[in-house]
């Protein structure tokens, strides 16, 4: 089966500016999430869909940054204003009841905020 | 909210020896732990993972313990080889309707020297 899909891989702005991201989750896999990875840590989840609805976003910082998932399917994270402190990998994963809480990783998407 | 520790942060070993990393965790309710292994620049991809109602995991030169009373469980890995060499990141989650977001662990630098 194709796996997460995320674009694009890498991008690069100036603080100020915003920034979205995209992510294809594997087909049939009702339940997306979005983490944030800073460089030298664990992978830390901003929020996490099931279907389009939101279960948990209690670690986004809502000032900044949004993520929907209109059709329950693809989703989109944007940040809004940039700062220096987003620059980290996001990683997009999926999950399906089929393979009980074991989550599926995108490649992920390098941010750096110049 | 959950909180997983881990350690150590960086191991090296030579070839032929085991490498062991160890997390704790907070949330007694947590039912579910992964193992993930991070190559550089690459996707977290799940090697190994145990569910609260066992105590021990084997799959081949890998191994999971975990101890619900005391609240930790243990990557083991025997007869490093040096494409072993990766971060690896130890998560927890609560089962559940929500599918459980996943905590992660701060992740440890593996070294297996030829």
């Known amino acids: 089966e194709a796996g997460v899909a995320q674009s694009p891989r890498y991008k690069i702005i100036e603080k100020r500016q915003s920034v979205a991201f995209w992510c294809n989750p594997i087909?049939?896999?009702?339940?997306l999430y979005w983490y944030q990875q800073i460089l030298g840590q664990g992978p830390k989840l901003l929020i996490q869909?099931?279907?389009?609805?939101?279960?948990?976003d209690s670690q986004l910082p809502k000032d900044r940054f949004s993520a929907e998932r209109l059709k329950g399917v693809d989703s989109t994270l944007k940040i809004q204003p940039a700062k220096l402190e987003d620059s980290a990998v996001y990683l997009c994963?999926?999950?399906?009841?089929?393979?009980?809480?074991?989550?599926?990783f995108g490649p992920g998407t390098r941010l750096t905020v110049l | 909210g959950e909180n997983v520790e881990q350690h150590p942060s960086t191991l090296s070993v030579q070839e032929g020896d085991s490498a062991v990393i160890k997390c704790t965790y907070s949330?007694?309710?947590?039912?579910?732990f992964p193992w993930y292994k991070q190559e550089l620049g690459k996707r977290p991809q799940l090697i190994i993972d145990?569910?609260?109602?066992?105590g021990e995991k084997k799959d081949q030169r890998i191994a999971v313990t975990l101890n619900k009373t005391a609240k930790h469980f243990s990557l083991h890995i025997t007869e490093t080889q040096p494409e072993d060499s990766a971060v690896y990141f130890c998560?927890?989650?609560?089962?559940?309707?929500?599918?459980?977001?996943?905590?992660f662990g701060q992740g440890t630098i593996l070294t297996v020297h030829p």
């Open positions: 994963a999926s999950s399906s009841p089929a393979v009980y809480n074991e989550q599926f």
């Open positions: 087909s049939g896999h009702a339940t």
């Open positions: 869909f099931q279907n389009n609805g939101v279960v948990d």
């Open positions: 949330d007694s309710a947590s039912n579910y």
């Open positions: 145990i569910r609260s109602n066992v």
């Open positions: 998560a927890a989650s609560r089962g559940g309707t929500s599918y459980g977001k996943l905590t």
